[in-house]
């Protein structure tokens, strides 16, 4: 199915499977514990199947423009910062898009189950008061951002 993906469409996809797996690996007590490693286990075959059948140089260049995507939202993780502020802020971004049709999560595909396991401990955790729309205006600015550098072009306001 990732075979006719163009390497863009490539980037978006794997960059929100990148910023699911940050907030598990950064926000997780034990990455051990069973729950959180297969949460980690399913990002990771998402990921694996974005980077199948592709030659050494082209997977050199997807993962390039994934480090260069994902610096968008560097500037939103501050040290000290609370790591489910920042994955409110990877929700509010994954919602624009599957709001709009842009990213389609199957309901049996991997990254489904790794988010059915993410999202009741993000709506669980807690959080300083207005963080919500804080992040949410933040996954627009990181949007913004992206699109610029071409990224998620069909998305509007």
């Given amino acids: 199915m990732t075979a006719q993906l163009s390497d863009r469409r490539r980037v978006e996809r794997l960059l929100v499977v990148d910023l699911f797996a940050g907030v598990v690996r950064d926000g997780a007590r034990d990455v051990t514990e069973p729950e959180t490693a297969e949460t980690l286990q399913r990002l990771a075959a998402v990921r694996t199947e974005l980077f199948l059948d592709l030659t050494l140089d082209r997977h050199r260049t997807i993962a390039q423009r994934l480090q260069r995507a994902r610096s968008r939202f560097a500037r939103f993780q501050k040290p000290g910062r609370p790591v489910a502020e920042f994955g409110l802020l990877a929700y509010h971004f994954a ?49 913004k951002a992206l699109k610029a550098d071409g990224y998620f072009e069909e998305v509007g306001q």
């Fill in 95 to 143: 919602k624009i898009l599957t709001d709009r049709d842009v990213l389609v999560i199957g309901q049996e595909s991997d990254l489904s189950a790794a988010l059915d396991r993410l999202l009741p401990a993000l709506a669980e955790a807690e959080v300083a008061n207005g963080a919500d729309l804080t992040a949410e205006e933040g996954a627009w600015q990181a949007l």
